[in-house]
């Protein structure tokens, strides 16, 4: 891939966030590396569409939540991108489950694909992230129940808010080459709601102060802030997107 624009891979880029964030990606001419696992066909698309438009795309598959597929992805990463100046790390899963229901197996499953893989993905790539010549940039997409935690998810609660201080911790030990911060989404409108009843959707809504749940467009859109110039001077940081569901 070239050295003259953007070089970004983004993990889940199939659907919700992922798909939103890789849209905006494209539109703004990045070289984009895009992974996904069941979508991977809306991947493909995209990559054809942004190739069929000048721009440089290539796509990955791999099942985050096995070890061995992350470093079969991290080393196809390896190859595409020498250089690489924005990571997105979105890629992850919520298995509502009620804590007394939960394995010890299907809590380590979570901690592997929401937290165990983004660690492992990073640090494979620091490298290309380290010649990034205009300082690259990492973004983890968390959730506001690493804040308020989940009555049915315990699991997915838990990985969320150590990707806090993940993102932290690197975030001081990375910079000032590397900058590190965090989104924090609330109820938006992507699969994880898709099961809602309009009842449950009415009380949801009626939870958050702006009175509607968000879009993934409005995540993509404080994701490609965090990955641009404009944001030099953050680093370390969690942007909230819900609504006003909590406020810090």
Known sequence: MSSEVTHSLITGAGSG??????????????????????????????????????????????????????????????RSFPCLDVLVLNAGAYPRRRFRE????????TLRLNLLAPFQIVQRLLEPLERSPSGARIVFVASVLAFNGSDHGADYA????????????????LAPRIRVNTVAPGSIDTAILAQDTPERRSRREGAIPLRR??????????????????????TGTTVHVNGGLRMD
């Not at 838990?158 to 030990?173: D, N, P, V």
């Not at 968000?214 to 994701?223: D, H, K, Q």
């Open 17 to 78: 966030i992922g798909l939103a964030t890789a849209r905006r990606f494209s539109q703004r001419g990045d070289a984009l590396g895009l992974h996904a696992l069941s979508h991977a066909s809306e991947v493909q698309a995209l990559a054809e569409a942004h190739r069929h438009a000048g721009g440089e795309a290539c796509t990955f598959r791999a099942d985050l939540s096995r070890p061995a597929e992350v470093e079969a992805f991290a080393a196809g990463a390896l």
């Open 102 to 109: 939960i394995s010890r197996e299907q809590f380590e499953e």
């Open 158 to 173: 838990a990985s969320k808010a150590a990707l806090l201080g993940l993102t932290r911790s690197l975030a001081r030990e």
């Open 213 to 234: 749940v968000g879009r993934p467009e409005e995540v993509a859109a404080v994701i490609d802030f965090l990955t641009r110039e404009d944001s030099s001077y953050l």
